[in-house]
C-alpha cells in the first residue's frame, strides 16, 4: 500500500507544528490493524538545532518566572489532563496496541508526577546554617540546568515523559522531549495540552526522529541533562556519549523481572497477580513480570491455576474490551514468537503456545496470545534475554536460598517480587535481593511519584532515578552561598585559606 498520501507527523517547535523538511520519514503503524496510518518525521541537524535554539532561547524568561507563576501553568496542565485523558487514550491504543483501559492506567500514572510537580516548592526549598563562622552565614539554592532532552521509549508514550517533564519544567528548565518512532502522537497531543494550559512557547518542544535526533541531543552544547529510557544497549550508549560529552544523564534499561513464590504464599493471589503482571499490556512493561520461580513443591498446582485463566484472556483490538491487544510491530511479534521455537529446541516445555490464538480483531493484527512455558533452563536465551512480550517462563528452585540466588545472578535489577505469608521470609527478601524495586505480595512495584521510579544493574546507567526527590535533584544545580554583612569589627589582609572562627 502507498503510504505517500497519509499524514505526517512534524515537530512540535516553539509552540507550532513545524514540518520537516528532512526528506526522511518511518511508517506509524496501528498494530490492531497490521496496517501504516501515518508517516513520521525524522529530524535532521537542522531541525535538531532549530529545536535546541528554541528551548534555548526560552530559558532565561520561564526560569526567572516565579514558582508561583510557573506552578499555575503546572496546575492547569493537570486540570487538562485529567478532563481529556480519553482523547489521549485513544492515541495511544491506536499506536501502541494496548488496550483503552491499559492506556488510561499510563496517564493516571504519569499524572501522578504531575501532581507531585504542582508541589515542587516544597523540595527547591534550600538550607540555611547561620553563624558558621563569626558573621557569616551559608544558604543553598536549587536552580535549573538550562535545556534538558528527554528520549522516550515506545511502551509508555505518555507515562514515561510525564516521569520527567512535569519536574523538569516546574523547575524552570526547558525541555526537548524526542518520543519513540513508534508511537509519536502521544507526545504531540501533549504539548499541544501545555500549550492551552499557557506554558510560554518553547518551553516544550517535540523532536521527532531516529538515532540522528538522539545523536544531535546527545552531542549539542547547549543540551545540559538527558533522561533516557529504553534497552540496556542504546541505554549504555546513550550514557557513555552524553557523559563524555558533559551531560548529565540519567538512562534506564530493560528488565527481566522474577516473582519468587513461597509454597505458602495464596495461589490464586499468585496466579491472577503472574496473569496481570506477566501479560497486562502484552508483556511489553519494563515492570512486566517474565520470570515466575517456584519454590518446590507448588510448581504444578500454580501451573495449573494460571492455565485454566489464560484460557479466558480475549486477545484482540484494545478498542474492544478485550484484555490483551497485538505487539507493537510484526517484526517485534515475530521475534517474541520466535522465542517459543528457542523453548522447545532448549528443552523447556511449551505448556499453552500463544501462536494459535483467535484474536478479536482484525486478522492482519500483529497477534501474539499469552504463552506459558514450563522448566526454562536458566542457560537458554529465553532465560537470559529481555523477550518483552506476552511470554511467561516457570523455572522450579528447591529453597527460597535458591530462588534470591538465581535472581541475584542476572544482568538486570529493575524490579522483581515475592509472594508468601511469611514476614520473616518477605523481609529477607526485601533485603538480600540485589533489585532497585521490590514488590511484596505486589506484583508491578512501581512506586508512586513521591518515591523515585529506576533499577539497579544493567536497568539503570547514572546515579539518579526517575521522578520523586530523585528527580528533583536530576534537574537542578545546587549553589551554595556564603554570605557576610560586615560590620565594623571585620576587616583586614589575610592571603591565608580562610578557616572558620
Ligand atoms: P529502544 O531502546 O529501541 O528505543 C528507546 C529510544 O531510543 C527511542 O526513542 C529510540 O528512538 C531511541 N533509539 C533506538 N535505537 C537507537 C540508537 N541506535 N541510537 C540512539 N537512539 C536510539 O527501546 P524501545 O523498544 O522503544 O522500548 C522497549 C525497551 O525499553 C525495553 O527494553 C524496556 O525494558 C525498556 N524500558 C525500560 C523502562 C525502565 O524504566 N527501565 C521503562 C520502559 C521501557
Redesign the pocket.
Known amino acids: 500500500m502507498s503510504t505517500q498520501s497519509l499524514p505526517t507527523v512534524g515537530h512540535w517547535i516553539n509552540g507550532a507544528n513545524v514540518e520537516s523538511n528532512s526528506g526522511r520519514t518511518s511508517p506509524v503503524y496501528d498494530p490492531a490493524l497490521g496496517i501504516v496510518t501515518k508517516n513520521l518525521a525524522l529530524a535532521n541537524q537542522d531541525e535538531i538545532n532549530a529545536a535546541v535554539a528554541s528551548a534555548q532561547a526560552a530559558f532565561p524568561a520561564w526560569s526567572n518566572l516565579s514558582l508561583a507563576k510557573r506552578q499555575t501553568v503546572l496546575f492547569r496542565f493537570r486540570e487538562l489532563l485529567n478532563e481529556r485523558k480519553g482523547e489521549l487514550a485513544e492515541i495511544i491504543t491506536a499506536e501502541h496496541g494496548k488496550v483503552v483501559s491499559d492506556a488510561l492506567g499510563e496517564i493516571s500514572r504519569g499524572q501522578e508526577v504531575v501532581e507531585f510537580a504542582c508541589g515542587l516548592s516544597h523540595h527547591l526549598k534550600g538550607e540555611y546554617s547561620e553563624q558558621v563562622s563569626s558573621g557569616i552565614d551559608v544558604y543553598s539554592t536549587r536552580q535549573p540546568l538550562g535545556v534538558v532532552g528527554i528520549?522516550?521509549?515506545?511502551?509508555?508514550p505518555a507515562m514515561?515523559p510525564m516521569w520527567f517533564f512535569p519536574i523538569a519544567i516546574a523547575a524552570g528548565n526547558t525541555v526537548v522531549l524526542?518520543?519513540?518512532?513508534?508511537d509519536p502522537t502521544a507526545a504531540i497531543w501533549m504539548a499541544e495540552l501545555w500549550k492551552e494550559a499557557g506554558l510560554p512557547d518553547g518551553v516544550f518542544t517535540v523532536l521527532n526522529?531516529?538515532?540522528e535526533?538522539?545523536?544531535g541531543l546527545l552531542t549539542h552544547p547547549d543540551v545540559k541533562a538527558l533522561s533516557?529510557?529504553?534497552?540496556?544497549?542504546?541505554?549504555q550508549?546513550?550514557y557513555a556519549t552524553g557523559t563524555a560529552n558533559g551531560k548529565r544523564v540519567q538512562a534506564?534499561?530493560?528488565?527481566k523481572n522474577h516473582m519468587l513464590v513461597l509454597p505458602d504464599a495464596d495461589l490464586d493471589l499468585v496466579a491472577d497477580s503472574a496473569i496481570n503482571a506477566g501479560f497486562g499490556s502484552a508483556g511489553?512493561?519494563?515492570?512486566a513480570i517474565s520470570v515466575i520461580v517456584a519454590v518446590e513443591p507448588v510448581a504444578d498446582e500454580l501451573i495449573q491455576k494460571i492455565t485454566e485463566r489464560m484460557t479466558g484472556l480475549v486477545t484482540g483490538d484494545g478498542r474492544r474490551s478485550c484484555d490483551m491487544g497485538p505487539l507493537v510491530t510484526e517484526q517485534h511479534r515475530d521475534k517474541v514468537a520466535s522465542y517459543i521455537d528457542i523453548a522447545a529446541a532448549d528443552g523447556a516445555t511449551v505448556v499453552v503456545d500463544g501462536r494459535g490464538v483467535t484474536p478479536d480483531g482484525d486478522a492482519n493484527g500483529f497477534w501474539l496470545g499469552p504463552t506459558l512455558l514450563d522448566n526454562v533452563p536458566t542457560s537458554s536465551r529465553v532465560y537470559t534475554e529481555?523477550i518483552?512480550g506476552p511470554v511467561l517462563s516457570v523455572v522450579r528452585v528447591k529453597s527460597f536460598g535458591d530462588g534470591v540466588d538465581l535472581i541475584n545472578s542476572g544482568a538486570f535489577g529493575?524490579g522483581t517480587a515475592i509472594f508468601t505469608n511469611d514476614g520473616g521470609a518477605a523481609r529477607r527478601f526485601q533485603n538480600e535481593i540485589q533489585v532497585g524495586m521490590v514488590g511484596i505480595n505486589v506484583p508491578l512495584p512501581v512506586p508512586v511519584a513521591t518515591f523515585s521510579?529506576?533499577?539497579w544493574k544493567d536497568?539503570?546507567f547514572g546515579d539518579t532515578k526517575?521522578h520523586g526527590a530523585e528527580g528533583v535533584r536530576f534537574y537542578t544545580q545546587v549553589k551554595a552561598i556564603t554570605s557576610r554583612w560586615l560590620d565594623p569589627s571585620h576587616g583586614g589582609i589575610n592571603l591565608g585559606f580562610p578557616e572558620n572562627d
Open positions: 528520549i522516550s521509549p515506545f511502551n509508555f514515561v524526542k518520543p519513540s518512532e513508534k526522529g531516529d538515532k535526533a538522539v545523536d533516557f529510557v529504553g534497552s540496556t544497549p542504546i541505554a550508549y546513550v534506564l534499561g530493560g528488565a511489553e512493561r519494563c515492570m529481555e518483552f529493575n521510579f529506576g533499577g536497568s539503570l526517575a
